[in-house]
């Protein structure tokens, strides 16, 4: 029996050992084949190049109207450009806003965990039995009474 338990497990062992080439074939095929992907798409944006020139060149294009039409893209790419930086820029102070705003409640929460642990055990019970005698309230309630300000936080924490 030990000889079967013994082959048995230099099979497994082996088949551990190829499954573990086989991995990394697979990731460095992985690899190569992001590789070929990123040149086969650089190779067809200038192959779309090479026949637009070629169209242009069929159909008689002046090389005044390719340039006017350069000039216009690198202008509008330009624009399209600070408008991103712009989006960027905006995106960053939001998250920076909202950043400053979560620590404020988590302050705001550290404070009220504090006080409520300065609280005799009596007046803990007793808030505790309040608390689950309310129960949660509403998310359509707190809609309806929301104030401007409540509403500007929860249009900000749903875009995050």
């Not at 082959?7 to 991995?23: G, Q, W």
């Not at 990394?24 to 992001?34: A, M, N």
């Not at 998250?95 to 300065?118: D, K, M, P, S, Y």
């Not at 609280?119 to 309310?134: A, I, K, S, W």
Request: glycine share 2%; with cysteine.
């Amino acid at each position: 029996k030990n000889v079967d338990l013994q082959s048995e497990i230099n099979k497994l062992r082996e088949e551990v050992e190829t499954i573990k080439n086989d991995n990394q074939k697979y990731v460095s095929l992985e690899r190569q084949f992001d590789d070929l992907i990123k040149e086969v798409r650089q190779l067809e944006g200038e192959l779309a190049d090479y026949n637009l020139a070629l169209d242009k060149q069929r159909s008689d294009t002046k090389p005044e109207d390719i340039m006017a039409i350069l000039y216009h893209m690198q202008a509008q790419n330009e624009r399209q450009k600070h408008q991103l930086d712009d989006i960027f820029i905006q995106r960053k102070n939001k998250e920076t806003e909202i950043g400053g705003i979560e620590e404020q409640i988590h302050n705001v929460n550290l404070a009220f965990e504090e006080r409520l642990n300065e609280l005799d055990p009596e007046q803990r019970n007793q808030y505790e039995r309040l608390r689950e005698e309310n129960g949660p309230v509403s998310y359509t309630h707190l809609r309806a009474h929301e104030t401007r300000e409540d509403l500007v936080c929860r249009l900000l924490l749903e875009k995050k």
